[in-house]
């Protein structure tokens, strides 16, 4: 697809876009309009005097013994010790496992932590995932992203092995080994951090994972479940704008094929650049569809705002002039720059799609309000090999072999506990989430009216009552797990003087 690539790896760019949730949208790609405001806000976002920065000198390969495998590099990680009661007392330390962005942005707005931290009197800890802010291996970006060489260093597994290298040091550092450690992260972060919890029991207690799309992998969710829900939003909202953006794909084809007919297109939809094909606008128009859709969290009401504008057109308007009043108001005036995503080298997480992150989105025909799509193995690797080379080759099987999935139920509650898997049904990628209770432990919860990662987000006096409810009921549950560990604290110090009392016998 030369210029073009195809829309399931253009989806993955929607992974993370607010603050805690940032996606790998970076310039070049393709604008998302209304996102951009919300992203600006994050990424240029300052912490708070009570966050401290620190660096640690970080493995570069856990996983091999060769020579290079033992070279470091550093890996930033913040901390807020506002409220920590401290290690005498054994108090908690909650991390948040990093994703797909700069660390500073999460730790800025992932506000409900921090009210887990004043109420258990918890050290605040977020380490930033490798190869993203600057957490860079080599010494440089350049460097780094040059070839599969030193790109094969990024992953997944690296990465929560990095999070147990860096926690366990810093326990040390602070004799904190009794302080229980309590996993956080949001959309691939939350994927992380229930990760780290079955990877790494021994040092996390336990884990929330919101909004984390650990089942959109191989066969488990159907490939359209995304866009499935993306049209749910939007028919429920209103059925004539369900309607009318049907309909538009079909129109968009059919002014496109008239003389001077992509010159219209972008005089009806006031593109800041003559447009290069209908499929780019067609695009374009997805993504805010998509992108609305997934970060429809109160006080925003992005679909809302979207349908109002098509459904309150001036009569007599048509299909596409319905179309074009919807997206003025999700990206507003004067223009739209409809880019062409062209991804590099240097794309972070381009990288981890075309490597193990391989979620296979894709649409039939009829079964959403999208045009269909179906998912190209093919055609996702060549755009891949276009990029980083024949040697990369996506491995759609291996997060289900390295972590699990199929049969989660079943496979979890023979050995998983204490991970609470966090959702709104509103956001596309709850589809493929945890939506059902594995175990006593192993839980999920959910709200009809959240989208993404909305419980992570900082409380405010406006939230609705269905969130402040579903974040007391992950409060409590934090709180059994605490409970919990200091029982069980407290029992082995009891037989331990009572074994070295009998020992003074």
Request: charged share 15%; aromatic share 12%.
């Amino acid at each position: 697809m030369g210029q073009l690539f195809s829309w399931q790896q253009l989806l993955f760019l929607l992974l993370l876009i607010m603050t805690v949730c940032v996606s790998a949208m970076y310039p070049g790609t393709m604008s998302l309009g209304m996102v951009s405001k919300s992203m600006k806000s994050a990424l240029n976002a300052e912490l708070s005097s009570d966050f401290a920065t620190y660096y640690y000198n970080q493995t570069l390969d856990h996983f091999n013994y060769r020579p290079e495998s033992y070279t470091t590099f550093q890996q930033r990680y913040l901390i807020n010790s506002a409220y920590w009661g401290g290690a005498n007392s054994s108090s908690p330390i909650f991390v948040y496992t990093g994703d797909e962005a700069s660390i500073v942005g999460v730790a800025s707005s992932a506000g409900f932590m921090v009210d887990l931290a004043s109420q258990f009197k918890g050290l605040l800890l977020y380490i930033e995932h490798r190869y993203y802010g600057e957490s860079v291996p080599f010494g440089s970006k350049d460097i780094a992203f040059n070839n599969t060489n030193t790109l094969g260093y990024f992953s997944s597994t690296q990465a929560l092995a990095d999070y147990a290298e860096l926690i366990t040091n810093l326990k040390k550092n602070l004799s904190a080994e009794n302080c229980p450690v309590i996993a956080i992260g949001g959309s691939y972060g939350g994927m992380l951090a229930s990760w780290f919890r079955l990877k790494y029991p021994h040092i996390a207690i336990g884990a929330l994972a919101s909004s984390a799309p650990i089942l959109y992998f191989d066969d488990i969710t159907p490939e359209n479940g995304y866009d499935s829900i993306v049209t749910k939003d939007f028919r429920e909202t209103s059925e004539t704008c369900y309607s009318t953006i049907k309909q538009s794909w079909s129109e968009i084809d059919k002014v496109a094929a008239q003389p001077n007919g992509l010159a219209n297109l972008s005089q009806i939809f006031r593109t800041c650049e003559p447009l290069n094909s209908s499929q780019q606008l067609k695009l374009y128009l997805e993504f805010s569809y998509e992108v609305s859709a997934q970060y429809d969290n109160p006080p925003a009401h992005y679909v809302s705002d979207i349908c109002n504008a098509i459904d309150g057109a001036a009569e007599g308007t048509s299909i596409l002039g319905r179309v074009a009043e919807g997206l003025n108001a999700s990206s507003g005036p004067p223009c739209h720059s409809i880019y062409v995503f062209k991804p590099s080298r240097l794309d972070e997480w381009f990288w981890q799609t075309c490597t193990e992150i391989v979620m296979p989105f894709g649409r039939g025909d009829n079964d959403t309000m999208f045009e269909a799509a179906p998912f190209d193995l093919n055609n996702y690797t060549k755009n891949c090999q276009d990029v980083f080379g024949v040697s990369v080759t996506p491995r759609p099987h291996w997060i289900t072999t390295e972590f699990g999935g199929h049969d989660i139920k079943s496979v979890l509650g023979n050995f998983a506990s204490n991970i609470i898997f966090s959702n709104g049904l509103r956001d596309p990628y709850s589809s493929g989430g945890v939506l059902q209770d594995i175990s006593d432990s192993v839980v999920a919860v959910y709200t009809q009216q959240g989208a993404h990662c909305l419980d992570l987000l900082t409380p405010m006096p406006s939230d609705p009552d269905w969130l402040v409810a579903q974040r007391d009921k992950e409060t409590r549950i934090v709180a059994l797990w605490l409970a919990e560990y200091y029982a069980r604290r407290q029992l082995d110090i009891e037989k331990l003087e009572l074994g070295t009392w009998i020992n003074d016998q």
